[in-house]
């Protein structure tokens, strides 16, 4: 089954500057890659989305980038704001099945 | 339009007890996730029902776990004989379809047993 990998699994960043949070997978078959960012206590949301159609989406301060040969897909937040602090979550699904895998999770901390 | 509930938000449990845990859905969704979250992990995925039908249960224990969506009311996650063990935040999420369609979180059930 697929496995998914997200690293680092801390992120500690002055605020303004870029984050970046990178995943692999495992199953070349996945062909969908969302983002959830959680708040402390809160439930998960999701943040953005891409296909496997497409290399790269944006929207606004946040990008995502997938390189489909090396099974790698990555998260960019731009101008980073104290807001941006929360847990976020990688995933890949395909469409042989229905369920979305996640990795285990970035905390971003984002200093004064 | 309401978003995904759960309830109870939080649930407290001893050993042996039965822990049920209900998800109602967004309006219009038929396909229910279930997940657990332990401290300081990610989400895991125990099982995908769709109403009346259980597709996919690779995630959930054999043992003392299942899951149902009836044609009404809500999905219902129960474990049986909790151990301490099953102390975790448990995350039900709704779709319109497969996963392609974004998946909409619920606000969980802490489950904590004594």
């Known amino acids: 089954g697929e496995n998914v990998e997200q690293h680092p699994s801390t992120l500690s960043v002055q605020e303004g500057d870029s984050a970046v949070i990178k995943c692999t997978y495992s199953d070349s078959a996945s062909n969908y890659f969302p983002w959830y960012k959680q708040e402390l206590g809160k439930r998960p949301q999701l943040i953005i989305d891409?296909?496997?159609?497409?290399g790269e989406k944006k929207d606004q301060r946040i990008a995502v980038t997938l390189n489909k040969t090396a099974k790698h897909f990555s998260l960019h937040i731009t101008e980073t704001q104290p807001e941006d602090s929360a847990v976020y979550f990688c995933a890949a699904a395909s469409d042989r099945d229905d369920k979305i895998i996640f990795g285990k999770g970035t905390r971003l901390h984002i200093l004064p | 339009n309401a978003g995904v509930m759960q309830n109870p938000r939080h649930l407290v449990r001893r050993r042996g007890q039965e822990a049920r845990l209900r998800c109602s859905p967004m309006?219009?969704?038929?396909?229910v996730y279930w997940y657990r979250q332990l401290p300081e992990e990610g989400l895991k995925f125990m099982v995908y029902l769709q109403k009346e039908n259980i597709i996919d249960e690779s995630g959930m224990p054999k043992e003392r776990f299942s899951a149902e969506f009836p044609k009404e009311g809500p999905s219902i996650l129960r474990i049986q004989q909790v151990v301490r063990g099953d102390s975790a935040a448990y995350f039900c999420?709704?779709?319109?379809?497969?996963?392609?369609?974004?998946?909409?979180f619920g606000p969980g059930t802490r489950l904590t047993v004594l």
């Open positions: 891409i296909r496997s159609n497409v």
């Open positions: 309006k219009g969704h038929s396909h």
């Open positions: 999420a709704s779709s319109l379809g497969n996963s392609y369609n974004e998946q909409f």
